[in-house]
């Protein structure tokens, strides 16, 4: 599957990390998506009925990043991505977590993780 869609950016405040100061007082994280499914029939209807709302993925991203606390960026970016495939009708998913503030000594723009998982037999689209 070449179709997508994909949300880039979307960023929040979470408690994600090893140390006590990310847990507690937390990072700045950020999240890119890409939802694989087949976006020829929205294409031609042009009905938003058609295609998949990422309005709904964005809120999802970020009540599940502001939710739960993760000790590994792996955790939740695995968490995120059980999630989405059960609630959206894509076939595959990847999502791309970024620490924007990395508890590290000197100068990092972010740390982060990339992984993709496709649906299985069990989640139906």
Sequence with gaps: MNDRIFLEGIKFHGFHGLTRL???VGVRLAVDVSLELDLEPSGRADEFNATLDYRKV???VIELGRGTSHKLLESFAISLIDVLLEEFAAERITVRVRKETPVLDGIVD???VELSREKTKEQPL
């Design 22 to 24: 990310e847990r507690e």
């Design 58 to 60: 964005h809120q999802r």
């Design 110 to 112: 972010s740390v982060g």
